[in-house]
């Protein structure tokens, strides 16, 4: 008997909170099974593994709610196209039985629960049943069931609900066994790799429930997870030194409806909780995902980081299912109704964002129906996307059972490929109390430049040797071993300067009226732009000949003998352009809704970066493959076919961001 002993405890008071801007990540495919009907629920569980995954439909009728479960291949029919390569049924299928309301995949196996399968077709018992699918060896697109496992448990156990594999060995487990729950392991027979024989099964102590609501295997860790204990409990192999036997580890506890969900993946654990509210504690059911990562005595630590969704509402239940592969972790909160009633939303986090060994959200998801345009409330209301997710190495899959706005409620599961890279485009932001934040791999540069203590640090620019910042009274400041250039532009007295450029000989300053100022030894550029006569100068770029200076409006002016630039850029008719940079042909303007426009000729660069629907955009650059947007709380946006920074730079909570220089 498991005699359940708490090591350690978390509550969401109790760890950190990370949220940042996130980017959207479009579907590499939208899959629904070949044989839809009303009320299927089809990928109300899913699974995957390398190029293929598997999805359940346990309210599939042929006979009523006897289930099934479907297998596509990723290229089957095209490229990432995902094709249905078999259907799976019960040998022995009968009404009821729900077969696929539980599936996993590993390799060449398939295991699927059918936790409502009757001995006798006749008392309704729910005993449950598990089937085991090997993939043909002459046909990779055949599966066939070479064994059914009938639980060893007690009537009305739900053996089956829910499933896990990992190599050799699968966890099956039944919430409902003599009304506490259990577990059983199975292992794969070393001369017949088609047979699986019994292991051992795991129950609680007398008086505890819901013991096995999931099951996680990865090597030979054991997650079980129980949701009227709100713990997880962790088991491994030859515990104790007593081979192929599971002992107890450690068992952790956190908030409210922790433990829903659980999923184990080398030395990182990860369990769902639902029902815990906002930091604030006025929100309700918004939910979480608790972090916990092996330490190097074997033990389960929980990490200080709790994944919360940055657009997280009352009721969107994040954590009903999760899942972990090496740096990631998706989370389904399948309640959302950020856009429409119950569409259903999830998040992917990753490891190292933000900082070394944090985790910080990078990727959100959503459901788009085919045929509707994205967002239509009338194409994704109630399709409850989240429900289940899977993921292997960098590929997701979110399934949506429900869409009661097409063929009932067949559903669809949804499959994404991970595009966020390693660190590819290192660089640096600039807040507006002068501190210097690293981002995308980057160096931290020491000694930093002074620490205004109030809002004054306006531009950053980078040098061979370290880096300069101008403040807003025209001062500029060297740091990270760069050397002070003198003499300095005038001293004006006022918040005014707007713009610092760096030229091969000193600096040059723009003011807020449009005045250029040479600095350093630069030498003097005319003839200038013109005096605007108020405070709408935005920028100053350096061109082969002469400068030119952007104003707040979308006018691009030129200066010091440069050739005037058209077409030009939108004008806005307000005080909206924050920034201008050179292309080789022509030029680009940013607004500070995020917004990229052409001028003077430039190509169009798509996608663009996410339209922010209120003034946060504050700075563009420009690379071979795209461009980046930094918004005002540090978050850096990837547009144009850029790779994403990652892992980007810290989420202030505030408007402070100023500049964005990459190296």
């Not at 309704?124 to 043909?136: C, L, S």
């Not at 203590?453 to 040098?463: M, S």
């Not at 909206?576 to 303007?589: K, P, R």
């Amino acid at each position: 008997m498991l005699m359940v002993t708490q090591v350690g405890a978390l509550t969401a008071e109790a760890v950190g909170v990370v949220a940042m801007f996130v980017d959207v990540l479009a579907a590499t495919a939208i899959v629904q099974h070949a044989d839809p009907a009303p009320v299927d629920q089809f990928a109300n569980s899913v699974s995957i593994s390398g190029d293929t995954m598997i999805a359940g439909a346990h309210a599939n009728d042929g006979p009523v709610n006897s289930g099934a479960a479907y297998i596509f291949e990723r290229d089957a029919g095209g490229p990432d196209n995902w094709g249905q390569v078999a259907k799976l049924i019960a040998s022995d299928a009968s009404q009821k039985d729900q077969f696929g309301i539980a599936v996993a995949v590993d390799g060449n196996t398939a295991v699927v629960g059918a936790f409502a399968w009757d001995k006798d077709d006749a008392n309704d018992d729910n005993k449950g049943a598990v089937y085991i699918f090997q993939r043909d060896l002459v046909d990779p697109n055949v599966w066939v069931e070479v064994q059914m496992i009938p639980g060893p448990v007690a009537n009305r156990a739900n053996f089956g609900g829910h499933v896990a594999i990992d190599g050799n060995t699968i966890a099956v487990g039944a919430f409902k066994d003599f009304g506490g729950g259990s577990v059983t392991v199975y292992d794969r027979d070393p001369v017949d790799p088609n047979l699986w024989n019994f292991r051992t099964k795991i129950t609680p102590p007398l008086g505890s429930t819901q013991f096995g609501i999931d099951v996680a295997i990865s090597g030979d860790t054991l997650l079980v997870a129980q949701l009227t204990n709100q713990s997880a409990h962790f088991f491994e192999r030859d515990q104790g030194g007593i081979a192929d036997s599971w002992g107890l580890s450690q068992t952790v506890t956190g908030g409210p409806r922790y433990g829903w969900s659980a999923d184990v993946d080398g030395d990182t654990a990860v369990v769902g909780a639902p029902g815990i509210a906002d930091p604030t504690g006025v929100l309700l059911n918004v939910g979480a995902v608790y972090l916990l990562e092996r330490n190097g005595a074997g033990g389960w630590v929980p990490h200080p980081t709790l994944l919360r969704a940055g657009n997280g509402l009352q009721g969107d239940q994040l954590g009903i299912d999760v899942s972990v592969s090496g740096d990631f972790v998706v989370a389904g909160a399948f309640s959302a109704d950020l856009q429409r009633m119950n569409a259903g939303t999830a998040y992917v986090f990753s490891r190292d964002d933000g900082g070394v060994s944090n985790w910080g959200e990078v990727l959100y998801l959503f459901p788009v129906l085919p045929g509707f345009p994205p967002g239509d409330p009338a194409g994704t209301k109630n399709f409850f996307f989240g429900k289940a997710t899977a993921i292997s190495g960098a590929r997701v899959v979110v399934g949506a059972p429900f869409n009661p706005r097409v063929v009932g409620t067949a559903g669809f599961a949804y499959v994404y490929d991970l595009t966020v890279p390693d660190p590819v485009a290192p660089g640096y932001v600039l807040d507006g109390l002068g501190g210097l934040h690293p981002g995308g791999g980057a160096a931290p540069m020491s000694p930093a430049t002074p620490y205004f203590g109030f809002d004054i640090a306006v531009d950053l620019e980078l040098a061979a040797t370290g880096f300069y910042v101008l403040d807003g009274f025209g001062g500029v400041h060297a740091g990270g071993g760069a050397l002070p250039l003198s003499p300095p532009t005038p001293y004006f007295g006022f918040n005014v300067a707007a713009d610092l450029e760096l030229a091969v000989v000193g600096f040059y300053v723009l003011d807020g009226f449009g005045g250029v100022y040479a600095g350093g030894g630069a030498p003097m550029l005319v003839p200038p732009t013109p005096y605007f006569g108020f405070d709408v100068a935005r920028d100053l770029e350096l061109a082969t000949i002469g400068y030119y200076v952007l104003d707040g409006w979308g006018g691009v002016h030129p200066g010091g003998g440069a050739p005037i630039l058209i077409p030009g850029s939108l004008y806005f008719g307000f005080d909206l352009a924050v920034d201008m940079e050179l292309a080789s042909t022509g030029y680009y303007v940013l607004d500070s809704w995020g917004g990229v426009h052409v001028g003077a000729g430039a190509p169009l660069l798509t996608p663009p970066t996410p339209y922010f629907g209120f003034d946060v955009a504050r700075d563009m650059e420009l690379v071979s493959t795209g461009y980046y947007v930094l918004d005002g709380f540090g978050g850096v946006h990837a547009g144009g076919g850029a790779p994403a920074m990652f892992p980007s730079t810290a989420f202030w909570g505030f408007d402070v961001a100023r500049d964005l220089e990459l190296q």
